[in-house]
């Protein structure tokens, strides 16, 4: 379990996370999610204990990691594809971390073939493309067989098997009962990830809830509607606040009210409808509905 509990951390007159409360809980996947600038890759390090915090505490399993040797058998973890020595071969590189955390040298070949990297594991690391570097650090963050996990960014560069194939391994780490903290861009693969999220902006808590809240908190009321007189259904939702706007394959949408509302007016004004369903909102528009106002920069911006 990861407890982060009031953490602030300025660069001089720069607060980067500013008194930031969470708590990552084990079986289950966490999406950690912000802005641009929001906070994410400082308070990564503050966990890992690669930057120490200006105030508030951060705890794994209960202890600051900082103060645990041989830390890859306690926490493993995936900040940076590109942060590896191009000259290295890929089994050197994981047999220099697993001699430095007093690991068995057999594990470097059970999580080489569990990346899928066996065949290319004698070949230097500069000449891999990012999905195989970010193969490469994931096999780095399974070395130890930790109980916490962290990874930023690890779908950048895969393929859809790849995808798919870190899909499955993180499922199967929160089914093994280990805590597994994702941060990512990609809504939409977060939308099929995680199962809880954990969303700051500038710094600050947002929210830190299931999937399921989060986007029902972060949108209006939107409901899809098929009707042979939009003007009529227009002219009998207008008066109660609603607003319907035409989508391109015929249909509308109505925002404001909720499905059982807008069947209720339909048939009290003689609409006929012929479709009428309440639409769900994506993770990425409950996002963006909620983090507008946290985003660093913003199309248009005049800076």
């Not at 690391?125 to 070395?143: D, E, F, H, T, V």
């Amino acid at each position: 379990m990861i407890e982060v509990n009031e953490l602030t951390k300025r660069y001089g007159a720069t607060t980067a996370v500013d008194r930031l409360t969470f708590t990552v809980r084990p079986g289950r996947i966490t999406g950690f999610l912000g802005p641009n600038g929001a906070g994410k890759s400082t308070t990564l390090r503050t966990i890992l204990g690669l930057s120490a915090p200006t105030s508030g505490t951060v705890t794994v399993d209960g202890r600051p990691f900082r103060g645990r040797p041989r830390g890859l058998r306690h926490v493993g973890a995936l900040l940076d594809a590109h942060d590896v020595h191009g000259g290295r071969t890929a089994r050197a590189h994981l047999s220099a971390l697993a001699s430095s955390n007093g690991l068995p040298r057999g594990r470097v070949a059970e999580v080489l073939a569990e990346v899928g990297l066996t065949a290319a594991a004698q070949r230097r690391i500069g000449g891999y493309s990012l999905g195989m570097k970010q193969r490469l650090g994931i096999a780095g963050a399974l070395l130890g067989d930790p109980p916490v996990l962290l990874f930023d960014e690890p779908l950048n560069g895969l393929d859809p098997e790849g995808v798919l194939w870190v899909r499955g391994l993180f499922r199967r780490l929160a089914a093994e009962g280990r805590t597994v903290l994702v941060s990512s861009h990609l809504m939409r693969e977060m939308e099929h990830t995680a199962e809880q999220l954990i969303v700051i902006g500038r710094g600050e808590l947002i929210a830190a809830e299931s999937l399921a809240e989060f986007a029902t908190r972060g949108t209006r009321l939107r409901v899809s509607v098929r009707t042979p007189d939009i003007a009529a259904l227009t002219a009998a939702l207008g008066p109660e606040g609603a607003a319907v706007h035409h989508e391109d394959d015929g249909s509308c949408t109505v925002t404001g009210l909720s499905a059982d509302r807008v069947g209720e007016l339909a048939f009290h004004h003689r609409v006929l409808l012929h479709e009428l369903a309440p639409r769900s909102a994506s993770l990425e528009e409950a996002f963006m509905g909620l983090t507008a106002a946290s985003t660093e920069y913003s199309a248009g911006d005049a800076r």
